[in-house]
């Protein structure tokens, strides 16, 4: 059991990949606490056996009460995202583009930043990013733009953070709930048109994330680096 007895903490860890991420940590021995905010999913994470708190990661004062209350970790993985930005750019609403920036890159950074003081020295960060960085296709324009800008920080922010290791992961499509503001049908087809032409002909699994995310926290040479899991999407 390669993490028995460390703490490890994912915040938006109540369900996609987070929560396969989770489950992965607990099999291997690992003290897991995860963070969000829908009551029914922080509940039913909670009947797992997981260690779940509601956190609003957008707000700072929130962040530094949590960590001096709950930390410190050995693990640091954070999936925090939102489903807005996607859509062609002559008609994105910009107000919108700007909640998902909120919701996801600087959720993610004041996520990061409240957390270093209560690391532990060697612990290992993980951030959850996107394929859509890389796409570079119509209608994903936004959603680029939010990924993106927190891959271009990894490699910087990896030498200025050297106490620490900081990585991120890029999925590509990945059947998880974040799909789930499409009708069934639409997000059937919507996974057949990304997946069409690239080698795997299929939606990722969160658990085939989760595995890349826990190789990542459980290798002490892997730091600065962006890791596309995307089926060859990008």
């Given at each position: 059991m390669?993490?028995?007895?460390?703490?490890?903490?994912?915040a938006?860890g109540?369900s996609?990949?987070?929560?396969?991420t989770?489950?992965?940590f607990r099999k291997?021995g690992?003290?897991?606490?995860?963070?969000?905010?829908?009551?029914?999913?922080?509940?039913?994470?909670?009947?797992?056996?997981?260690n779940?708190?509601?956190?609003d990661?957008r707000?700072?004062k929130?962040?530094?009460?949590?960590?001096?209350n709950h930390?410190?970790?050995?693990?640091?993985i954070i999936?925090?995202g939102g489903?807005?930005g996607?859509?062609?750019f002559?008609g994105?609403?910009?107000?919108?583009?700007?909640?998902?920036?909120?919701?996801k890159f600087?959720?993610?950074?004041?996520?990061?930043?409240?957390?270093?003081?209560?690391l532990?020295k060697?612990a290992s960060i993980?951030?959850?990013?996107?394929g859509?960085?890389?796409m570079?296709?119509?209608?994903?324009s936004g959603?680029?733009a939010?990924?993106g800008?927190?891959e271009l920080?990894?490699?910087?922010?990896?030498?200025?953070?050297?106490?620490?290791?900081?990585?991120?992961?890029?999925?590509?499509v990945?059947?998880t709930?974040?799909?789930?503001?499409?009708p069934?049908?639409?997000?059937?087809?919507?996974?057949a048109?990304?997946?069409?032409?690239?080698?795997?002909?299929r939606?990722a699994?969160?658990?085939?994330?989760?595995d890349v995310i826990?190789f990542?926290?459980g290798n002490?040479?892997?730091?600065?680096?962006?890791v596309?899991?995307?089926?060859?999407?990008?």
């Open positions: 390669k993490f028995r007895g460390q703490r490890v903490l994912i938006g109540t996609g990949i987070g929560l396969a989770a489950r992965c291997e690992a003290h897991v606490t995860v963070t969000g905010m829908n009551p029914e999913r922080l509940a039913a994470a909670q009947e797992e056996g997981l779940a708190q509601a956190l990661s707000d700072r929130a962040l530094d009460k949590f960590f001096a930390g410190p970790f050995d693990h640091l999936g925090l489903s807005k996607m859509g062609e002559s994105m609403s910009l107000d919108t583009l700007k909640e998902g920036f909120e919701e600087w959720a993610q950074l004041e996520t990061l930043q409240a957390a270093l003081p209560h532990t060697g993980t951030v959850i990013t996107a859509s960085a890389r570079k296709a119509p209608g994903i959603l680029a939010i990924n800008a927190m920080m990894v490699p910087g922010l990896s030498k200025e953070l050297a106490s620490f290791r900081l990585n991120a992961v890029s999925p590509g990945v059947d709930p974040w799909w789930d503001f499409l069934a049908g639409n997000k059937r087809d919507m996974f048109q990304f997946t069409a032409d690239i080698p795997s002909h939606p699994q969160p658990e085939e994330v989760a826990e990542l926290a002490s040479y892997m730091t600065g680096k962006v596309g899991v995307d089926g060859g999407l990008a």
